[in-house]
């Protein structure tokens, strides 16, 4: 896939409905606690992406049994593993790799695991990972190449965290979850995807409450079991930027499948550039018509979330007059700014911000995606462009979408994917 591109030609307005799939940020962590019972459970609407193939082979490794019983549910079981010894390449590819540690330490004593990959927006520190761990008696040993995390046995904790981590909120829950005693998580993130595994984990037999404020308690049980079925939640990003892929090519796009108030930070902003959205209980629908620019922040849910900033980029490359955009969560998430210049944009970025006068048209050019959300942003760039977009390194974009293709495809864009014969297509 090293070698694929995206050809975007100018599309529009893409008018339709999506299903919107379910959530690779939710999906990655729900696997992953598959580690924490003997017997099985079944998770539906696991996205067929490529982390989760990632994370299937990391399975296979280590004795977690991942079944595809049908396309996108996945029966899990943990009774076989083995190994706490994961695949150093293989881990180092994605970023919630870490989530292993967390669920592995009651099996395995010993956790060996590559340093997370994932996008890179310069630093994404794992301190959090580390003091949440730690403070459950968690001992890191930091090799070069690697990291090796022991435990005889996890005993609840008070734990504050010192940022509002997603990541590490889930990490703290995969591991406090069967340790002795309670633990209590404090400035916890309030994702939907924290909430999620919650949910899953108590489905599970475990006693988590607060899930979605800042403060959750864990009382640590015994055994967690199977016998479950869960469906991951939708995926909100997804959702969100298909929204603003109507706003993009001023068309009218129904997202179905989403839980509207998981985007309300979205809605209310898209709502105040001129965009016209309505919701029903699963469903939301967009609609654009000339926009003005803005001023974005983003923040940790339910602020404006950091992966609908760079959709929201391209959205306001076209709304008139000047908007200013300041990613909060990642500071240096901007490697889609110099390539919508390319396209056109008049667009910089100052100390740290991003700085956007509307321009009346995009011009295709060939231009990299960096990072997933890059991807999407160059994708909604492309579709408004006049000509052709060719959108390289196009592996990220599969990160995080199952078949981005076929979902823009049938909105009536012009988009394509070309790879050389010798790669299959995930
Ligand atoms: C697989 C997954 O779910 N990825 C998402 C997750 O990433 P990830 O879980 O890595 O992001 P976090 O929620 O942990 O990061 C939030 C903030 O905390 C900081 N931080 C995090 C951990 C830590 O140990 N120390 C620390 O300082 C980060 O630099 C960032 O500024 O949430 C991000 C923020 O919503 C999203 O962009 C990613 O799509
Ligand atoms: C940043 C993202 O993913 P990850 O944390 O897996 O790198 C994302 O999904 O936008």
Not at 10 to 17: A, D, I, Q, R, Y
Not at 70 to 83: A, D, P, Q, V
Not at 378 to 387: H, K, S, T, V
């Amino acid at each position: 896939m090293d070698n694929a591109w995206f050809e975007v030609r100018k599309s529009g307005p893409l008018t339709g409905e999506v299903t919107i799939p379910g959530a690779k940020n939710s999906a990655l962590a729900l696997v992953v606690a598959g580690c924490l019972t003997d017997e099985t459970i079944t998770i539906h609407d696991i996205p067929a992406i490529r982390d989760i193939l990632l994370i299937k082979e990391l399975a296979e490794d280590i004795g977690l049994h991942m079944n595809e019983k049908e396309k996108n549910t996945y029966e899990l079981t943990g009774r076989h593993i083995t190994s706490g010894k994961l695949d150093l390449a293989k881990t180092s590819d994605f970023r919630a790799s870490y989530y292993f540690v967390g669920a592995l330490l009651h099996k395995v004593k010993t956790v060996q695991i590559g340093y997370p990959g994932g996008d890179d927006f310069g630093s994404r520190p794992i301190d959090q990972h580390v003091k949440a761990l730690s403070a459950l008696g968690a001992t890191f040993d930091f090799k070069q190449q690697y990291y090796e995390v022991t435990s005889e046995k996890l005993t609840g904790a008070e734990i504050t965290f010192d940022v509002i981590t997603s990541g590490a909120t889930i990490n703290a829950m995969l591991a406090a979850a069967k340790a002795e005693g309670r633990t209590t998580l404090h400035n916890a993130a309030k994702d939907p995807e924290v909430v999620d595994l919650a949910n899953l984990l108590n489905l599970m037999g475990a006693k988590i409450k607060g899930a979605g404020t800042e403060k959750i308690t864990i009382d640590g049980v015994e055994s967690l079991h199977g016998g479950i079925e869960h469906t991951v939640i939708p995926d909100r990003l997804i959702a969100g930027a298909f929204l603003m892929a109507a706003g993009v090519t001023n068309g009218r796009i129904t997202v179905k499948n989403v839980i509207p108030e998981h985007l309300a930070s979205c809605t209310n902003k898209l709502i105040e550039l001129g965009m016209t959205i309505t919701e029903d209980d699963d469903s939301m629908t967009a609609s654009g018509t000339a926009l003005q620019g803005a001023r974005i922040q983003t923040g940790m849910y339910p602020e404006l979330a950091t992966d609908l900033q760079q959709p929201l980029t391209t959205l306001l490359t076209l709304a008139a007059g000047s908007s200013t955009i300041l990613d909060k969560v990642y500071p240096n998430r901007n490697g889609h700014v110099a390539e919508l210049k390319k396209l056109g944009a008049d667009i910089e970025v100052v100390d740290h911000q991003i700085l956007i006068h509307g321009v009346a048209k995009l011009t295709g050019a060939t231009v990299k995606a960096h990072d997933v959300r890059a991807g999407t942003s160059l994708i909604l760039a492309g579709l408004a462009a006049d000509g052709v977009t060719k959108i390289t390194d196009v592996k990220h974009i599969q990160r995080g979408y199952e078949d981005i293709v076929g979902l823009f495809t049938q909105l009536g864009a012009n988009i394509t994917l070309h790879q050389p014969e010798h790669q299959t297509q995930i």
